[in-house]
């Protein structure tokens, strides 16, 4: 990535979770457009994935937990935008903090976030939801963001709660704020997160040489993070009427396939795997669904560039060649993360 280290644009714009899967990609983005970037994260995963921007003149790193307003409340000043990633992300994680400690983080540092990005004079709020809030569709058609919300798991619940503070703001706070609801990600960033169905589908099968799904025929949603990065940019530059209080879904209607034709795929890139199809009698996290995406596009004019065959052939490429050869762990049951 080149980095432009003339910030054109110069307003500023504060990242949560600024060292994590999106939020370190999305830093090198901004930069490169000419914003000056501060990134806030409490380093649960490290911070390696910044270690490339610090010598740049328009980016700032700073420790802070968005359970700890205080640690917060020095890094608002003369900020344009924010852009809220941090998060207890996926069931499996929640189900491991528990009840608690996940409305914490998800909720209550989301509250935290909001008040002192308004308090600060920020002008807009962009917050990572997930397409998890709709569970499992009923009729078996798209769900739209005007959908009933059929939450699988607290992760779900928690964000769900989350969304709804914000858009109770929307009306009178001076700061906008806009509720992405992003699909299950896949593609490389400076920190990958192999807890994806896709990613870790790719990993399994060049390490293992064999997968092992569960649910084949339920849906999921999937976007290449690069697109979900170019959907928060759009969201930055937006005419501000077009976003205020508004819920995006981020994807791509060509990326709704099920877990079976993703597993296809995958061997297509990598020859010679094996596939063994188990079904669940039950799991915390049975989302089984469709996404539209009509919406953003026609209000945002986004459109998703990097389709799934691509972005798997990108991975068998990153992880083949080495370059992510020592990131992430695999795990041993089927994917669901966000």
Request: glycine share 8%.
């Amino acid at each position: 990535m080149k980095i432009n280290t003339k910030t054109k644009k110069r307003e500023h714009i504060l990242i949560t979770g600024g060292a994590g899967y999106i939020g370190s990609l999305l830093c090198g983005e901004l930069l490169c457009r000419g914003y000056r970037v501060t990134a806030l994260d409490n380093l649960l995963f490290g911070g390696n994935s910044l270690l490339g921007y610090l010598t740049h003149p328009g980016f700032s790193f700073h420790k802070a937990d968005v359970c700890d307003k205080d640690s917060l409340r020095p890094h608002f000043k003369d900020v344009n935008h924010v852009v809220h990633l941090a998060a207890i992300v996926g069931y499996p994680a929640c189900e491991k903090a528990g009840d608690e400690a996940s409305y914490r983080c998800n909720l209550e540092g989301t509250r935290n976030v909001f008040e002192l990005a308004e308090a600060g004079g920020a002008g807009r709020f962009v917050f990572s939801s997930t397409y998890s809030n709709y569970g499992a569709a009923e009729d078996g058609r798209p769900v739209t963001e005007e959908s009933p919300l059929y939450p699988q798991s607290i992760y779900a619940k928690t964000k769900i709660a989350a969304e709804r503070y914000l858009l109770e703001q929307a009306p009178s706070a001076r700061c906008a704020p806009v509720v992405f609801r992003f699909a299950t990600l896949f593609g490389p960033s400076p920190r990958t997160r192999f807890d994806l169905i896709i990613n870790q589908f790719v990993l399994e099968a060049i390490r293992e040489r064999k997968l092992v799904i569960y649910q084949k025929d339920y849906n999921r949603s999937f976007v290449h993070i690069r697109d979900i990065i170019r959907s928060v940019t759009l969201a930055l530059e937006a005419p501000i009427e077009k976003i205020r209080g508004q819920v995006f879904n981020v994807g791509s209607n060509l990326g709704n396939l099920s877990k079976e034709e993703i597993a296809r795929l995958v061997q297509k890139y990598v020859p010679g795997v094996e596939v063994e199809y188990k079904d669940l009698s039950y799991d915390s996290d049975m989302r089984d669904v469709k996404v539209s995406f009509d919406k953003i596009e026609r209000v945002l004019g986004y459109k998703a560039r990097i389709g799934v065959e691509e972005g798997i052939k990108e991975m068998v490429e990153a992880i083949g060649s080495g370059l992510l050869s020592d990131m992430g762990v695999v795990l041993k049951n089927a994917a669901s993360g966000d």
